[in-house]
């Protein structure tokens, strides 16, 4: 999917829902994730966390943008 759609960034497959239960985003009556954005620095710290109610349900642009240029502590 990366190489299809030319993405900058990995992307993680959870076939299992694994980690979607880890983060909190699996809704049990519907047997599927909700939709979720996350940005995750490279210490696996989450800096940004947006999970919505329905597929529709999505964040804005700004805020993502405003985590992965955000400051980080020890950046140089």
């Known amino acids: 999917m990366v190489e299809k759609l030319f993405l900058p960034f990995s992307l993680l497959a959870d076939v299992d829902g694994e980690v979607i ?16 954005i996350f940005v995750i620095d490279e210490s696996a710290t989450v800096r ?12 804005g642009d700004q805020p ?12 140089r």
């Open 21 to 36: 239960r880890r983060y909190g985003v699996w809704d049990e009556k519907g047997q599927i994730s909700r939709p979720a």
């Open 48 to 59: 940004y966390r947006y999970v919505g109610e329905d597929f529709a349900d999505r964040p």
């Open 64 to 75: 993502i943008y405003d985590a992965l240029n955000a400051p980080r502590e020890g950046a």
